[in-house]
């Protein structure tokens, strides 16, 4: 047998391991400050380095926040840190796998589907004026605001949900689509028909017609993927959807 080493963890690890067991067991409540550095040093037996290493590391997941002068103060997680999580990893793995660009695609179609099913279900009159809002500022957009106006439309969506999970997913799931969601359908019309295509949407959530909602909104995203499929295969410049 071929001796494998169990190699020696950095200190840094070992504060953060343990500073997480003590703010998952309660013992720093949301809004709370941990000890000063200082104090985690006595604590903990190592040096100021391994703290503040490990105190940054908490603030990039999102458990802490990190002043200039004050100690670290617990946060309570939000649906956008825990999804922002995953961005950097999400940009890499399409740098490095390109087919990742089909599965992202593939399950913005299912997410923005579900969520229009449950927009429709939970629409109250506010949301509906909001959604309305923004349906009227995506048909009176420039060409240079129109891309913004479109997702602004998909995110009130999904706020009309009522799950705050689901606007970080969309914005999320936009964020990791990047190049792709600027460069889709810059053709003679595109505009009209994506437009045309929200208040088929717009209409099915109006009417609380869950079914015709979800079926909207996946003939919209499907339209716009075979329609960039189509542009990128003749070669032919893409633009927006």
């Known amino acids: 047998m071929t001796p494998e080493p169990i190699p020696r963890r950095k200190l840094h690890q070992e504060v953060l391991d343990r500073l997480m067991a003590r703010i998952h067991a309660g013992e720093f409540a949301p809004g709370q400050q941990l000890p000063s550095e200082r104090d985690l040093m006595d604590a903990y037996g190592v040096g100021r380095p391994s703290i503040r290493e490990a105190l940054q590391q908490l603030e990039r997941s999102g458990l802490v926040s990190i002043s200039h002068g004050e100690r670290a103060r617990v ?95 969309v914005e999320a799931m936009l964020a990791w689509l990047g190049a792709y969601y600027h460069t889709l359908v810059r053709a003679p019309g595109a505009e009209r028909l994506t437009l045309q295509e929200h208040q088929r949407i717009y209409d099915a959530i109006a009417a609380e017609d869950a079914d015709e909602a979800a079926r909207a909104m996946s003939d919209h995203l499907n339209r716009a993927n075979a329609l960039y499929r189509r542009f990128t295969t003749e070669g032919e410049a893409p633009g927006r959807a």
């Open 75 to 169: 946060l309570l997680p939000t649906a956008e840190t825990l999804v922002g999580q995953m961005a950097d990893a999400a940009r890499y793995l399409l740098s490095v796998e390109p087919r990742t660009l089909d599965h992202l695609k593939e399950a913005r179609v299912l997410l923005e589907a579900g969520v229009a099913r449950l927009a429709a279900q939970r629409a109250d009159a506010a949301g509906l004026a909001v959604l309305r809002q923004r349906l009227d500022e995506h048909r009176q957009a420039s060409l240079a605001d129109f891309l913004a106006r479109d997702i602004a439309f998909h995110r009130q969506i999904a706020v009309m949900s009522g799950n705050p999970v689901f606007p970080a997913a």
